[in-house]
Every structure is written in C-alpha cells, then in structure tokens.
C-alpha cells in the first residue's frame, strides 16, 4: 500500500526540494541537503496534474527522495490532552515530518486504554488509538514498535495494539501475531523509489524476554538479540527492493557512544544489505555517519517525551537524501524539547548543537562522508 506518499507535494515543496538536492550535490553529499528549511516551506494541496491526454507511465522513474527520522516518541503526562486535537498533537514539528516524502519515529507505547502494567517495570507507557491519528495528522507515514514499552500491558495490552493497527491502518513494524510477522518489512514506493522497512529490539527487560519476543506460535515483538534472525529479516527485506532501512531499538541509556554490540550489529546488517540504520533507546542523541556507503545513525535521542529534560531535552530530525539506492546526502536538525514537543533549534543556538553533535561521530567508528 503506497498510502500516496509521493503525492502530498505541492509544486512549491517539489521546487525547494529540487534546491536541496542541488546544493547537496554540489557540497559533495558531507552533511547538508540544502539551505532550505522544510519547516518553513510547508507541504499542503495536490502536486500539479498532468497534460490532458498524457498517458500515465506504467512504471514511475525513480526520483531522489527526502526520508525524515524522529526520535522515542509517547503521549504520557502533559502531551496525553494533545490526544483531543490530533491534527496539532504535535505541534511545530509537524511541517518538518511533512515536507519529507516519508517520516518516520519509534512509537515507545503500548496502544491500548486497558492490559495489565507489566511486573517489575518502573515505567509503562500506553496511549489510546487516537494516537495513530495525530501520528498521520503530523506526517507521520510509518512508526516502528520493537522497544522496550511496546508490550507494556503485557499480552492484552498487545492484542489492543494489533487490532489498533489494523483497524487504522498504520504502517508499523516490528510487532506482529507471530514471528514472521513482526520481522515482516513495510513495503511502499515512493517516487518510483521501491522501499522495505524493518524494525526490531536489542533492548528487552530480561525477566520479559520469554513473553514479549515473537516466536513462530505466538504474538510480540522482533527481537534484534537473534542476530542470524535479524540478518535473514534484512536479507528478505532485500529483495525487490530498492532501499532497504531497519530501525533498532539498541543501545545503553543517557549514554552517547554505541554499544559494541551495537556497532557490530550494524555491521552485520550493513553486509546483509541494509542502507540505512537508525535507531535510539538512549535517551539522548548518539552520531551518525556512514559505514562505507551505508548511513548508520546510532541514537535519535528523545522526540515527543512528556519528561525529557537537561540532556534527555537534546533532539532533533535526521534527514537523508535517498537516490539510486544510496544515501547522498544527510542532515542533523537539532532541537530541544519543551513542554513534551521538539522545538527545531536556530541561529547560533542551533549552529552550537550542530557542532556538539557532529562531534559524537568521533567514537561511532563511522565516516562523514560515504566511501
């Protein structure tokens, strides 16, 4: 189900986004798309219709795409009442999520208004299927649920979920009425743009790793601690497509250096066929850059968080140039959160972020530019 992504352009949008890609490619593809904002560019109405009697192509040319990525995003505390407007849930955000050609965050809730609090957990989060409508409303085209809150009210919790995903229709990975469900890629074309996407958790509570991972007989969530799993998910993904991207759940909290693990997960999947990598669970932004040709961003921080605060507050949106397959160019929009909703950073605010986190790159292992 492409859901017509490609088409939510508007001639202007299509135009700034042709400037983009222009100054991307004459920076060489080393981190910046492009002088334009896409917050204040805006993306609204239908792209320009065709000549009358142009025949439609039976198979669109593939066109370089923009893919937005946010952080852990719920609807616990003070953003729960944004649930009663979901078209402004999200707030200022929303027009950079939408001028994208796809977005997509880590839906770190349970969808479900019952289920049981799952023992031992300090913290639980769960949200009401509205939240899949405010999601839409800001862009939002697909949300992984492989973490560590997915299955927070346990197994009732989870059949809520999966008929809420069913019911609305939203794009999510991760989670599933059985193994091959969950490790099952997302598939939509976009601009001709064939794309697969995988999401799956390297973070589990160990005394819930029986009950929330999905097996071949039962409901949960993709689990990335099966690495010979995680890699044949990727494989399969792989085929018939073009671009393949996996969203991990991995990493140690408030920390901004990877995990070994982490880092030679990233490696395996990168040899399986994965093109982009992204992922969080720390709490805080982690680097980005590229292993070889393949971009790897290892923590995209806090998004939508009731409490984030001091360094859990650091945010910011991940935009990457996709064409022919590959990552050409990328760009770290840094923000800050405030009342639960990121708020994009600029002037010499944004510029001092900016540096702080290209410098995270320094213990990624990961290039600046692709090989």
């Keep these: ?23 991307a490619l004459a920076t060489g593809g080393c981190g910046l798309i492009g002088s334009g904002d896409p917050e204040a ?36 505390g003070i953003l729960r009442p944004r649930l009663a407007s ?22 770190e809730t349970a969808i479900t208004t019952g289920g049981t609090p799952a023992p031992g957990k300090q913290f639980t989060f769960r949200a009401p299927p509205s939240a899949f409508t405010a999601l839409k409303a800001a862009g939002v085209d697909v949300v992984s ?17 999966l008929r809420a995903i069913k019911a609305s229709r939203f794009p999510t990975v991760g989670i599933g009425r059985n193994a091959a469900e969950a490790y099952r890629p997302y598939r939509v074309t976009v601009k001709g743009n064939r794309l697969a996407i995988v999401g799956a958790t390297q973070v589990l509570d160990d005394h819930l790793i029986p009950a929330w991972t999905a097996t ?16 044949q998910a990727v494989r ?18 408030l920390a901004t250096c990877p995990l070994p693990r982490q880092q030679d997960l990233a490696r395996r999947l990168a040899e399986a066929g994965a093109d982009v990598i ?22 995209l921080g806090n998004f939508v968080f009731y409490s984030a605060n001091g360094p859990t507050a650091n945010s910011g949106v991940l935009l990457l140039r996709i064409q022919d397959g590959k990552v050409t160019a990328d760009r770290w929009r840094p923000a800050r959160i405030s009342g639960g909703l990121p708020r994009l950073l600029t002037g010499s605010a944004g510029a001092a972020e900016l540096r702080r986190w290209k410098s995270l790159r320094g213990c990624t292992g990961l290039s600046a530019r692709p090989a």
């Design 41 to 76: 560019e805006g993306a609204t109405g239908a792209p320009k219709a065709a000549s009358p009697g142009t025949p439609a192509p039976s198979t669109p040319a593939k066109q370089p795409i923009l893919v937005a990525f946010g952080g852990d995003v719920h609807f616990e």
């Design 278 to 299: 992204v992922g969080g669970h720390a709490h805080v932004p982690q680097g980005g850059g590229y292993l070889n040709d393949v971009y790897v961003h290892y923590g």
């Design 86 to 107: 979901p078209s402004t849930a999200l707030g200022p955000i929303a027009r950079t999520l939408r001028a994208a050609d796809l977005a997509m965050v880590n839906l």
């Design 216 to 231: 071949d007989s039962k409901p949960g969530l993709a689990s990335a601690k099966n690495v010979e799993r995680m890699v």
């Design 236 to 253: 399969d993904a792989r085929q018939g497509a073009d671009v393949v991207i996996v969203h991990l759940h991995w990493g140690q909290e």
């Design 145 to 161: 649920m492989a973490n560590n809150h997915g299955m927070d009210y346990m197994e009732s919790g989870l059949r809520d979920s």
């Design 1 to 23: 189900m492409t859901r017509g992504l490609g088409m939510r352009r508007t001639t202007i949008v299509a135009t700034a986004l042709a400037g983009m890609i222009s100054m």
